[in-house]
């Protein structure tokens, strides 16, 4: 169970998560918009981790910080009903993220727009969990 404490820090947690994945899409989008491909898919996925983390923190009090994408998708999936939907999209943004930040390959533009979708998708959802 979760102190008084620890509820506290985790909605102060989960907010601030949530800020950071708004400021990560809004990079996302203008990348986007300005050809940006690689960049944009990047701070779209590096969108999508943070509205994880503050769903997480916001419905469970906790929230994990593995490297381990499976782990991620599978902490996201036990978070509840309202994280369930929200595995899909990020299973999804994960899985570009090496393409994105490591491989010589670039992006696509339609890769991006998908990734750059997927993550305001994930981070409407969470700001509705978070916020309301």
């Known amino acids: 169970m979760v102190g008084a404490g620890c509820a506290v820090t985790a ?3 989960a907010r601030a998560h949530l800020r950071k994945a ?4 809004l990079a996302a989008q203008v990348g986007l918009n300005g ?3 690689d960049a944009a898919t ?3 996925v590096i969108a999508g981790i943070n509205a994880k983390d503050a769903l997480c923190l916001a419905l469970t009090g ?12 599978a902490e ?7 994280a369930r939907p929200l595995v899909s999209p990020l299973s999804r943004l994960l899985a570009l993220k090496s393409r994105a930040q490591h491989q010589s390959a670039p992006i696509t533009p339609a890769s991006a727009a998908k990734a750059v979708d997927w993550a305001e998708k994930i981070v409407t ?3 509705e969990q978070v916020s309301g």
């Open 62 to 73: 906790r929230t994990g910080k593995s490297e381990n994408h499976q782990q991620a998708l």
């Open 76 to 82: 996201l999936g036990a978070a509840g009903a309202a």
């Open 125 to 127: 959802a969470v700001r």
């Open 42 to 44: 990047s701070a779209a």
């Open 11 to 13: 909605s102060s947690d």
């Open 22 to 25: 708004q400021e990560f899409l």
């Open 35 to 37: 050809g940006l491909y």
